[in-house]
């Protein structure tokens, strides 16, 4: 390699890495912002884009080069999604579910698609940006019904089965953009109404090819639902959840990799490969442990998308903009609502849950940049569109209060006549109807304390989670009807998954010192209401652990004694009474 290809390495790689800074680094300004006057972060990030892109500071002159790390964030993205997406969260009422995911996303496609028609567009642009818009954002919503707690409530699961069953439709949006792109005359292949001219030996050929990518598809499944499960327990002989999560990250990209070699997206690989772990032990902790990865990924793709953003042109086109965000919302807020009513649930259910949803969201974005990239919308109409996404998605909170409201208001109305009472999506109140039952007891470590702790807590009927990190006792346990979730404590999303937003109590019960403060720091910073119980080896991290949450701590050095002075002073007189 020469000298002078070396260099212009250096200094692509330099280049990249003041990138990154600027983005990062800017982006925290911003989000820190943004969540000082209580709005989403995902905004905040596309703000940045806007700010520091080309087309305005220029601070980041040349995005291109920061399509790697995007398609990293969309691959991680997907398959976290794969991993949250175990068909036993929806198998109470799946079909009303189910028939509210898709009525709604298809009837906001059915309906958009001639309003985006109406604004200008060709008829697949306008499908491509109806598409586009038809989807709500995952991250944003799932974050604020979280903190307010409305997870665990009816209005809550059912905004959930409809963000799953959104993330799965994605799929097939991104598989259709090849035809919309020879549809407009992009891509420059027979247009579509020339496809009944192809000689018989030509479908002979496609059917062959297809069977060949589908069969591919199917192996990869197959193959991986053997192999995963048995390599992800071999790596945690050694107690190594480092090894775990490069399996994991590794069997994403693979998944990502052979789909894309075979003619389908990357983004179907990664959902695969985190659907497939969805139904093990494992996924809990890889769900921890992959979000930080992909949050930061995902700053520096939603920066790169903001950068497409002309601000000149959103100056130009605000009334358009404008009256997009007011379409947007109105329709699919009246859309949803409607389907959630017909599909059975009451009133007060449909109305949050529609004005929870009313938004665009982040796959929008990644559906309608994967179509300006196929030249099915131009650079003027993804600035436009990228407006009104962000735009919406600053709406969202205040969005969703208003749908509490609102669905307080009209909470006297019952779900739609003709569904059976007993079938019907939250035929109570608003908010009344919880998923999981409270009054819960998580206990941490299933050793010596933690089995005895839970035994005893059995016997006077209190129901127990145990977090536990031996996948030979998670696996042996659970099939005896214990409730138990493998992963380190320590992990947020470990300790959400176990229901710490609805327990009464945590009791850390494990030797890990450093797990354990981890997790009394997460734990009353999320549920401050909760009580702790700890345990320490030592007197000196006593103090410590008090000090960051918890409620009492058991000593072993202490309690240890303790024992044995109660022996002693049985023993004592035992002795001096013999003869």
């Keep these: 390699m020469s000298s002078c290809t070396l260099a212009l390495a250096e200094v692509t790689e330099i280049a990249l890495i003041s990138d990154l800074l600027v983005i990062l680094a800017s982006a925290a300004v911003v989000a820190i912002v943004m ?28 995005p291109e080069g920061l399509g790697v790390i995007a ?44 309003v985006a028609m109406w604004f200008g567009l060709s008829p697949p642009a306008a499908l491509a940006v109806s598409m586009g818009l038809s989807l709500s954002s995952t991250a944003v919503v799932l974050r604020i019904l979280a903190d307010r707690r409305d997870l665990q409530r009816t209005s809550g699961r059912l905004a959930l089965s409809i963000l799953v069953i959104q993330d799965m439709v994605v799929l097939v949006m991104l598989a259709s953009l090849p035809a919309l792109a020879t549809w407009i005359g992009t891509s420059g292949e027979s247009p579509l109404g020339q496809v009944s001219e192809r000689p018989a030996h030509s479908w002979l050929w496609f059917l062959t090819d297809a069977s060949v990518r589908v069969g591919s598809v199917v192996a990869l499944f197959v193959a991986s ?35 894309q070699k075979v003619g389908f997206s990357l983004e179907m690989g990664a959902f695969l490969a985190g659907f497939l772990l969805a139904g093990t032990p494992f996924r809990h902790q890889l769900s921890g442990q992959i979000g930080p990865l992909r949050d930061l990924f995902i700053a520096v793709f939603f920066a790169t998308l903001g950068m497409r953003l002309n601000l000149g042109t959103v100056v130009d086109c605000w009334p358009v903009i404008l009256g997009g965000v007011v379409v947007l919302v109105a329709l699919k807020a009246t859309l949803i609502s409607g389907v959630c009513w017909v599909s059975g649930a009451a009133a007060s259910i449909a109305v949050a849950v529609g004005l929870s949803l009313s938004q665009a969201g982040e796959f929008s974005l990644i559906l309608l940049g994967a179509a300006h990239g196929q030249g099915i919308i131009t650079d003027d109409v993804l600035a436009i569109v990228i407006a009104v996404v962000v735009i919406s998605l600053i709406l969202t909170p205040g969005m969703v209060s208003l749908g509490s409201r609102l669905g307080q208001a009209v909470s006297r109305f019952g779900p739609a006549p003709w569904t059976a009472p007993s079938l019907s999506l939250g035929g109570r109140q608003h908010g009344q109807q919880r998923l999981d039952h409270s009054n819960h007891v998580i206990v941490a470590g299933y050793g010596p304390i933690g089995r005895g702790i839970t035994d005893k807590l059995g016997e006077v009927g209190i129901p127990v989670t145990i977090v536990e990190l031996n996948p030979a006792t998670v696996q042996e346990q659970s099939s005896q009807g214990m409730t138990f979730i493998f992963g380190d404590v320590g992990n947020l999303h470990v300790l959400e998954s176990a229901g710490i937003d609805s327990a009464d109590a945590l009791v850390l019960t494990i030797p890990d010192e450093e797990a354990t403060l981890r997790a009394c720091v997460l734990a009353r910073r999320r549920a401050p209401g909760i009580f702790i119980a700890a345990r320490t080896r030592v007197i000196s991290k006593q103090a410590a652990l008090m000090e960051i949450g918890a409620d009492h701590v058991t000593i072993d050095e202490t309690a240890a004694a303790e024992a044995m002075l109660g022996a002693v002073m049985l023993g004592i007189p035992a002795r001096t009474n013999q003869p």
């Design 35 to 62: 969540q000082r006057l209580r709005l989403a972060v995902i905004p905040a990030y596309l703000i940045t884009g806007a700010v520091i892109g080309p087309h305005a500071l220029g601070l980041v002159p040349s």
């Design 71 to 114: 398609h990293l964030a969309i691959i991680l993205l997907l398959f976290g999604i794969g991993l949250e997406l175990h068909l036993a969260m929806l198998r109470p009422g799946l079909t009303r579910l189910v028939a509210a995911g898709f009525g709604s996303c298809g009837l906001s496609v059915l309906f958009g698609w001639p």
């Design 225 to 259: 639902r053997l192999v995963l499960p048995r390599l992800l327990r071999e790596s945690l002989r050694g107690r190594s959840l480092e090894v775990m999560l490069a399996i994991g990250v590794a069997a994403a990209l693979g998944a990502a990799v052979i789909t």
